[in-house]
């Protein structure tokens, strides 16, 4: 089996000139304004060459200057050159970007003027691989990078702007330097064994690994939220067939997402859509009707309902107010029974044909709001009672930081696991060299979240996930 190689971790302050690289920074596309970045060894020197304007290698970091971009004595496209000399630049490498006139073709031709000179085109996130590597960014820093640019809500975005600014990493070194000094005063004892010296009173010791165990929980206990800001609100409609939750989906939307038609069982399968509120991301799902059926195809659509139903962090059951469906009070109790702390509402649907219904059956479920699609009706209080559903069934605060990665729970999860260990040691008397190695296990998973243990195989894949220019 081949063993992954491990990283020697960024050393603070300490640039390594690699080399030059380039990519086109900005989304392929027409657009008014493209940028290409070059970053490495000898970039300016290298953009220089296709540069007909003033002299670049004598001009300070942190300078703009206009020109032309040429190749071959033809001339591709006037242009702005931004200098950004090491380290004082996103990579710490010199770094230089050409912004061009935007569109496919022309920036194309600039970025393959500067591959011509001699960069090499980037690899995806290689730019920020670099920063990384040059100290400029710790790990869950980098990891950000990619998080905001993906960031498909207001809240997912200014959680990935937390963790950009070192928010985890602060919290993540307090708790690597309160393991580090226990390390410490432990094997010091070590040495001094012989003396029966104890450098480290017992009772400081549980304290302190009792208050990291509970810190690092705490922080733990934020991913749920930290999951549901950055990926969303899985929110399931559910129903019976023709209830209406594909108008209501699309009235949601404010476009026709899901094939709306008056024959029940039209939604054969589910649908997902992302939808904004308030600054939180819903990705709605719309489902076939749950109810018996012959039909093959329809049974398939009703068993992906369920499965929906069941990995959903919120859960629209609609009934129809003009023409209750009487296996809805039955398909209600089954979710509250079978799932009885995930968040649902009862949505009375087409209230502006309720009138031709006297009243629900006694048995009915009592709706949590009644909705017309057609007429607008309930729409905007529906929209309110499903964040508050969400954010009240949990207890969510997005305010904080949140832990919004799986590998970086993951992490926590051993770290505390080791900690913990480390302390029921401790109670039952075991010596520091045994306690010490559930310590340095601690330190080695907080270090992977960070960046002071990396591995190739860690590395490629943090950075594989990121677009190329970035």
Request: charged fraction near 30%; glycine fraction near 8%.
């Amino acid at each position: 089996m081949e063993i992954s190689k491990q990283k020697t971790p960024p050393i603070p302050g300490e640039i390594t000139q690699r080399e030059p690289i380039a990519a086109i920074a900005t989304p392929t596309g027409e657009g008014g304004i493209a940028v290409i970045r070059v970053s490495g060894r000898d970039s300016i020197t290298l953009v220089e060459r296709i540069f007909s304007g003033a002299p670049l290698t004598d001009k300070p970091s942190h300078t703009i200057h206009y020109g032309l971009i040429t190749r071959a004595g033809k001339r591709l496209d006037d242009v702005l050159v931004s200098l950004f000399r090491s380290p004082r630049s996103y990579t710490g490498e010199d770094t230089v970007e050409i912004s061009c006139h935007g569109g496919v073709i022309n920036t194309q031709l600039v970025l393959e003027a500067v591959l011509h000179v001699g960069a090499r085109a980037a690899e995806p996130g290689e730019f920020t691989q670099r920063a990384f590597l040059n100290g400029k960014l710790d790990l869950s820093q980098a990891e950000a990078v990619a998080d905001l640019i993906h960031a498909r809500s207001k809240k997912a975005a200014e959680s990935s702007r937390q963790h950009l600014d070192g928010k985890l990493g602060e919290y993540v070194k307090a708790f690597r330097q309160q393991v580090i000094d226990a390390t410490a005063m432990i094997e010091l004892e070590l040495d001094f064994i012989e003396e029966d010296v104890e450098f480290a009173s017992r009772d400081d010791l549980r304290k302190l690994f009792t208050d990291l165990t509970d810190s690092i929980q705490q922080l733990l206990e934020t991913y749920e939220t930290g999951r549901i800001v950055k990926h969303g609100v899985r929110t399931v409609f559910a129903g019976a067939p023709n209830a209406g939750k594909s108008t209501l989906l699309n009235t949601l939307m404010g476009r026709e997402r899901a094939i709306v038609s008056e024959i029940a069982g039209t939604t054969r399968d589910v649908i997902d859509a992302d939808w904004n509120y308030d600054g939180l991301l819903f990705t709605l799902t719309d489902t076939a009707g749950l109810r018996v059926t012959e039909d093959v195809i329809e049974a398939e659509g009703v068993r992906r309902s369920r499965k929906a139903v069941s990995e959903a962090d919120l859960v629209l059951y609609l009934t129809d107010l003009h023409q209750p469906d009487p296996q809805d009070a039955q398909v209600i109790t089954e979710i509250r029974q079978q799932w009885p702390e995930k968040p649902m509402l009862i949505v009375g649907t087409k209230a502006d044909r309720k009138e031709l219904l006297k009243q629900l059956p006694d048995k009915h479920p009592k709706p949590d709001i009644e909705v017309s699609s057609l007429e607008g009706t309930g729409i905007d209080t529906l929209k309110r009672l499903m964040k508050e559903a969400v954010l009240e069934s949990r207890d969510i605060d997005t305010s904080g930081l949140l832990v919004t990665s799986s590998r970086h729970r993951d992490a926590l999860e051993k770290t505390r696991g080791h900690v913990h260990s480390a302390l029921r040691g401790l109670e039952g008397g075991l010596t520091g060299d045994f306690l010490s190695i559930d310590l340095r296990a601690a330190l080695h998973e907080l270090g992977t979240i960070t960046g002071e243990i990396t591995t190739e195989d860690l590395l490629d894949s943090i950075f594989s996930r990121f677009c190329i220019g970035k």
